[in-house]
Structures are given as C-alpha cells and as structure tokens.
C-alpha cells in the first residue's frame, strides 16, 4: 500500500448527532479556564458535577463516550518488522487553538464515569494527573461529531513510509463496548490514490442523482419537442399578461363594461355595439422638431384594460400601475457620436382603472352620443351593410393635470437601425441555448457532487485537506 498509509476506527449504529448529545460540552472550560457551577450545569448536565460535587473533567457527553480502545503499531507476521504510525498531524491545526491545560486544582476535578478505570480509584493524583488537552490529538478528533449513525475516525497515520505486502499483526485493547446499543466496530486502513477509493454510499447518491437528472432532461427535450416555447420570450413576463399578470380577483377593475360584447350604449334601444377589437394597446406619436432636439409626445392607451405597466413606485419614467391613458412629453436630442439622450420631462396618468379616485387621477367615463344623420356614412346603407362607429378620442382640457410628474434622465442604450427581420432574429436569440442548458446543469451536478462528497467526508471520515475530495482514497477493511 502506498503512503501516506492512515488507521481509521469505524463505529456503527453510533448515534452523534441526537441535539442533547451534540451541545453537551463547556468550551471554556476545554480551554482550560475555570467555568462557573452555573454554566457549567447549563453545557454539560447530567455529566458536569460527580456525586461528591467535584467538577468531571472534561465535562459532557461527547468527552464521556470517547473511543478508548487502543491499538499498537503494525507488526509482521511473515519477517522482522514493524511499521510505525504516529497521531502525530491527525487533528487540524486550528483544534490546537480550542483546547489548553486546565486551571483546576487536582482535588476540584475527577475524570468521567467511563474514564475512571484508567485512574487509580477513579481519581485525579500527582502521579495520574488529568490530560493536557493541547496535546490530545485523539480527543480533538472524537469532539468532531459525526452527521450518521455510520463512520469512521482517524486513529494514526504514517505520511513517509510505504505499507510492504504481506501478513500484519495489531494488538488491540477492547475498552469501548459496542454490545450494549447493537453496534459494531472496524479497523481500517486506508490511502489515497489518483483513482480515489472504495465510497459505495457516495456512488450509489451520485448515481441516483445522476439518473433522476437524466430522466428529467429526457421528460423535458419531450416536452420541448411536443410543445417547443420560444426562449427568452418577454410575453410570458406576469406585466406582459391580461391584468398585469394578476389573479382575478386581485385586478383593480374587471374588463370595462363597454368593452364586452353585445354592450347597449342606450338602454331602451336594441342598439348592441362590438368594441372587443378595442382591447389592445395603441401608441400615438406627436413629434416637433427643433435641431438638434426633438419634442415627443407619446400617448400611450387601451380603452378595455389596464396598461401593462409594472408595479415600480419608485420609477418616475412611468405612469401609475392601472393606467388605462398615460401620456409622456419626452424631449431627445443628438450627441455627437450619433447617440441620443432622452429626457422625460412629464409623466401624466390621463385615465386611471381603480374603484376610487383622487384629484390626481380620472376615471375613464365614455360617453357614446349619436351624430347627425348627414354625417353618417353608413346611415344610408344601413339596410344591406353592417353599421359601423365612428369613435373619437377628445381630451377635455377644463379637467386638472395635477398628477404631472417631473421624471429623472435617463440615457438609453445606443440602438442601430434594424429592418424587421433582424429585430425577429435578435428576439429569437434571447435566452439560454440548449448547450447553455446542457453544460449549467453539468455544472450543477459537478457542484453538487464535490460540495456534498467533502461534507460527506468531513463529517463521516473527518478528512481534511485533499482527503476531503470524494473517491480520493482506496479503503481496504480487516
């Protein structure tokens, strides 16, 4: 086996991530600082006090239920030889930072309850004194808690020397009983290759993953050719839908009244009128030029609905959300390099679509009246031709425009002229390819299975450094 050669000690069934389990230990004290009875009680109960009221040194769960069996170094069975490994480096450097010699005094302090064999009558003396917990690398691992019920701890490592083919003998002290909660224990030897290693939970995930991916690319290219949607299509925005992309019952007015079919301007007459074609938006440009700037007055109005305007307070380049008339005075002048600077000036909500209105805002209130039968063209072909309507738009001037709004510049986008078909094949490049899609969710998948491979192995294996790069190491088991 090729070095770096690492020993592992694997627990099953071994439950370290139970909420009670994962918060009983007192940091400061681990530091080696003196912690009060209070805290003390609140970090590490039931394993902070013993029966005769001394301090259990270190206090809690997690250092109670430490792995204490121990295993020697490796020796040859088929010739002279043994293999050395040493725990030297299997903590992380920033652990040394956590832990310190305790200020407690020998006669404070006992060990605890699955520590006290280890001591002559289960307590601390000047010959048996309590552990330095800066040089316990062991203990450093073990306080690492694990996410499953499944994994395995660093116990030694070898980084210098390679691990000779043959037989091996390891003399182990059994002390940690598995017996009583139904688990099992492992030895394990283990080193890394360019290959990676033995990780069957790891592949099994990704391959599920893997193949739920594949599945759903193949539901979607089916969708895709059964039902194809144009990428990047801005109609299918919620502000570019009836209503402002709103539920129903969320719009500020239904369709307007007028707008619906079979609408009888004169209640006593079977007149019906057909304004359905109404229900688009129209845009009238008023333009004045004065080089080198340009005065635009663009109206922009839908007699059946809302504009589609989105809901941006803080936008003054737009009228307010249901607007069904919205009027912009827009100056444009011409720089130099042929760009334009637009500047919106006023910004007027000539007719709004809410329930109540203020001073600021009008209601649209059509009036429809007839006129004079000489002026009717189809009045007099009125029996063999569909009548039509004559519907004219008059701005009533008396009413206030109070609701102008001063608006900030802007400066748009520099636009080069382009006929129809290029904008048509500009607006069909939007969006992402299909390649696009293919190579995010490769990606994605990458992402996911390195990110969660590193979790995976920090917290099961408490790798560090390269370890942490999943199917790194090759896992033999005796």
């Excluded at 490592?157 to 099992?184: E, K």
């Excluded at 050719?225 to 500020?252: C, F, M």
């Amino acid at each position: 086996m090729k070095g770096p050669v690492f020993m592992y000690y694997r627990l099953t069934n071994f439950y370290q991530n139970h909420r009670q389990y994962i918060k009983n230990f007192d940091f400061d004290q681990f530091l080696g600082d003196r912690v009060g009875s209070a805290t003390l009680r609140t970090n590490c109960d039931p394993l902070a006090y013993s029966s005769d009221g001394k301090v259990i040194y270190p206090c809690g769960l997690i250092a109670n239920s430490m792995f204490n069996d121990t295993a020697s170094n490796l020796t040859s069975v088929d010739a002279t030889g043994t293999y050395e490994m040493t725990t030297k480096g299997i903590a992380w450097p920033t652990d040394k930072q956590k832990y310190g010699p305790t200020k407690y005094q020998i006669s404070e302090i006992v060990p605890p309850p699955n520590w006290a064999l280890r001591y002559p009558n289960g307590q601390y003396t000047e010959e048996f004194p309590p552990p330095d917990l800066s040089t316990q690398d062991r203990f450093m691992v073990w306080m690492h808690v694990a996410a499953l019920p499944d994994f395995r701890k660093i116990w030694a490592r070898n980084d210098d020397q390679d691990l000779p083919a043959g037989r091996w003998r390891v003399s182990i002290d059994m002390n940690f009983d598995t017996l009583q909660y139904g688990g099992t224990k492992w030895l394990v030897l283990s080193t890394t290759t360019a290959l990676g290693g033995r990780n069957p939970y790891l592949g099994i995930a990704f391959m599920s993953i893997g193949a739920l991916c594949i599945v759903l690319g193949i539901l979607f290219t089916l969708r895709h050719l059964i039902k194809p949607r144009k990428l990047g299509d801005e109609s299918y925005l919620s502000w570019n839908q009836p209503g402002g992309g709103l539920p129903s019952n969320s719009r500020a007015l239904a369709l307007q009244s007028y707008c619906q079919a079979g609408y009888k301007p004169i209640e006593n007459k079977d007149l019906q009128l057909d304004l359905t074609p109404l229900n688009r938006e129209f845009v009238v440009y008023q333009n004045e030029s004065t080089p080198p700037t340009t005065l635009s007055i663009v109206t922009q109005l839908n007699l059946c609905e809302a504009l589609p305007i989105p809901d941006e307070k803080d936008n003054t380049d737009i009228c307010t959300k249901g607007a069904l008339i919205c009027r912009k005075t827009v100056y444009a002048k011409k720089l130099k390099d042929d760009k334009e600077t637009e500047f919106v000036a006023i910004v007027q909500n000539i007719a709004v679509d809410v329930e109540e209105t203020n001073i600021m805002y009008s209601k649209l209130k059509p009036e429809f009246k007839p006129i004079d039968a000489e002026a009717d063209a189809t009045k007099r072909t009125f029996n063999k031709h569909d009548q039509s309507a004559s519907i004219t738009l008059e701005c009533d001037e008396s009413q206030s425009r109070s609701d102008s709004i001063k608006a900030g510049e802007k400066v748009p986008d520099h636009k080069d002229d382009k006929n129809g078909d290029d904008k048509k094949k500009e607006e069909e490049s939007k969006g992402m390819s299909g390649m696009g899609i293919f190579f995010t969710i490769v990606l994605v998948l990458a992402a996911v299975y390195f990110i969660g491979g590193a979790f995976y192995n920090f917290k099961v294996y408490n790798a560090r450094g390269r370890d942490l790069i999943p199917h790194l190491g090759k896992f033999y088991f005796f």
